[in-house]
């Protein structure tokens, strides 16, 4: 069980009986709703997952478990809109990081790292983490924009047109996002280089596509010009904080007209924040830093005092941008910049939930609302700072963070699937894009503004009924690549127990250069070099023959989440290489 700061001072009298089975009354905490009322003492009642009611007298339902929580603070919930469950993130892993959020009090997320076909996989999984709700963006962006620069088509799209914008739209619905996710900007951040924006006439086509099929859109918008574009276009959502300059009053009037809600993701952007590196405290560019949060600060405070529904996001997941933690921290930013606390717990309820347009299911504590609630040891529109003292955290009325809560899990991956059949793909006689494990078939082209361009489709062959081809022309650097990616399962979400196979055995041939096998597990990349010409040829890896990640590591095979094979070689050059019936042996 997680301690938080004051926990051990708490007296919690929760009744004899061990179970928390509903209903529940929560009896003698002072209720902040979030609705607009003082903060008031009150016994709630939740049941089936719901707020059934909501008692000034104390009053408590017979047969009714019950949690003395006198001297607690129950608020709604909290939301961050802008959070991504990355590798590289703290913590890094999907159970943990679920984990990290009740233990804050957050109960909805918006997961802005995730391809199409990972939200199935992702979401069966997730529904048995303790954690808090975790909602889906598809990722659109320009060619080479932000978020482009780095993944192929199937995770992010490239649109450039108003008909290209639509018609991704419409092939990202049978995935069934929860928001659309837009990268606007090529201005990064102040600190990096500029990639290619999104123009107005595509903005605008992309979201009202998207509104016509009840979908939110929250974009990668950080300068006040194009503030104003996302809010002519009617962007729901600007999901960073403008940095280069001062919002003026035009701007300001165009996003308040339009409706268009500010999560500033303060927390992303602070120069002066725990773990940044001794070495850059007095760099230009991290003057620089602070010169453009300093901006961000005053932009929130002037767009909440002309009207501008402030919501937050944190972007947490990037570095020194904790989970669970860093939303919490928001608030603290808020307050900074010159909110009062009520007003930033509005903002980290109500008003995330009126932004993403949940309002009536959650985000205030009002009867028939979602018992997606946290109680807190202080009261936090007092002492902004007692945020961290979390009690208890319950999503949809299950205990999530608390005592009696679940323990944490602590297996960091889905439990591996078995291999039924040794055949991964023979890309035959089947929907050419999906492999014979019903996986997308995706690639893994190099990144960034000068990058490989590839095709890679399934053609007729002599001899064969299809196989895999792939062309590309590399990108002009030292070391240029282009690739194809086989999942083993939807998603690259669960991994695959391949231990009871020796290694991989597929057809290919290609233009007589170098080529690179790529077995991917959880721990890591494992490797083998290969060469082959313009005749078929049959070979067989096996996997004691792969490089290591790592000295460290141990092939098990247990784990593996994909197969890859790559052209990696010195820019400039036209390649091309085919693969067919590839499985393990």
């Known amino acids: 069980m997680i301690k938080h700061t004051g926990l051990a001072l708490l007296t919690l009298l929760v009744c004899a009986e061990a179970s928390w089975a509903e209903p529940l009354a929560i009896v003698g905490a002072k209720v902040f709703d979030a609705a607009g009322s003082e903060p008031y003492v009150a016994t709630v009642v939740i049941d089936d997952g719901v707020i059934t009611s909501i008692d000034k007298k104390g009053r408590v339902p017979k047969k009714t478990k019950k949690i003395d929580a006198t001297g607690l603070s129950l608020l709604p919930g909290f939301f961050d809109l802008h959070v991504h469950y990355t590798p590289r993130g703290e913590p890094g892993t999907t159970p943990q990081i679920s984990q990290a959020y009740v233990a804050a009090g957050v109960t909805s997320v918006y997961d802005f790292a995730e391809a199409p076909e990972a939200f199935a996989p992702r979401r069966e999984w997730l529904a048995g983490i303790p954690g808090p709700h975790v909602n889906f963006a598809a990722r659109m962006s320009t060619t080479n924009g932000h978020g482009a620069d780095w993944s192929d088509t199937n995770t992010t799209k490239w649109v450039n047109t108003p008909y290209a914008a639509t018609e991704a739209v419409k092939e990202l619905l049978p995935y069934e996002p929860d928001v659309i996710k837009v990268f606007t900007d090529g201005w990064r951040y102040g600190s990096g280089i500029d990639n290619t924006s999104m123009d107005e006439p595509t903005l605008t086509a992309l979201v009202a596509e998207a509104h016509a099929n009840n979908l939110k859109i929250l974009t990668h918008t950080v300068t006040v010009e194009r503030a104003a574009i996302a809010g002519r276009a009617g962007v729901d959502i600007l999901a960073h904080s403008m940095l280069d300059t001062d919002v003026d009053q035009e701007t300001i009037d165009i996003l308040k007209a339009s409706g268009t809600a500010y999560a500033g993701t303060l927390a992303v952007y602070e120069a002066d924040k725990p773990g940044m590196p001794a070495f850059a405290e007095n760099t230009p560019a991290m003057e620089n830093r602070r010169t453009r949060f300093a901006t961000g600060l005053r932009n929130v405070k002037a767009l909440h005092d002309n009207g501008v529904l402030i919501a937050l996001g944190t972007d ?263 693969v067919d019936d590839v499985s393990f042996y």
């Not at 009867?367 to 529109?381: F, R, T």
């Not at 040794?422 to 050419?432: L, V």
């Not at 050059?573 to 085919?578: I, L």
């Open 316 to 578: 947490a997941g990037m570095p020194l941008t904790p989970h669970g933690r860093s939303t919490l921290h928001e608030m603290e930013l808020m307050v900074k910049a010159g909110l009062t606390p009520t007003e930033a717990l509005m903002a980290g309820t109500s008003n995330s939930a009126k932004a993403i347009d949940v309002i009536d299911q959650r985000g205030t504590i009002e009867v028939g609302k979602a018992a997606d609630i946290v109680l807190i040891n202080g009261e936090p529109w007092t002492d902004i700072s007692v945020l961290y003292n979390t009690a208890y955290t319950f999503v949809g009325g299950e205990l999530m963070f608390g005592d009696g809560a679940p323990e944490p899990v602590t297996d960091t991956y889905m439990v591996a699937s078995k291999i039924v059949s040794p055949m991964i793909a023979d890309f035959d006689g089947r929907d050419t894009e999906r492999t014979n494990r019903d996986t997308l078939v995706v690639g893994d082209p190099d990144g960034g503004k000068e990058r490989s361009w590839q095709v890679y489709e399934v053609i007729p062959e002599a001899g064969k009924d299809g196989v895999l081809h792939l062309t590309a022309s590399l990108s002009l650097r030292e070391e240029a690549r282009a690739g194809v990616v086989l999942p083993l399962n939807r998603g690259n979400v669960q991994p695959a127990d391949a231990s009871v196979h020796e290694g991989l055995q597929f057809d290919i041939r290609g233009d007589g250069g170098d080529y690179m096998l790529v077995a991917t597990t959880t721990g890591g990349t494992w490797s083998k070099s290969l060469v082959a010409g313009e005749e078929w040829v049959t070979v067989q890896v096996p996997f004691d023959s792969f490089e290591s990640p790592s000295e460290s590591e141990a092939w098990t095979g247990d784990d593996m989440l994909d197969v890859r094979f790559l052209i990696k070689r010195p820019g400039g050059q036209d390649v091309w290489m085919e």
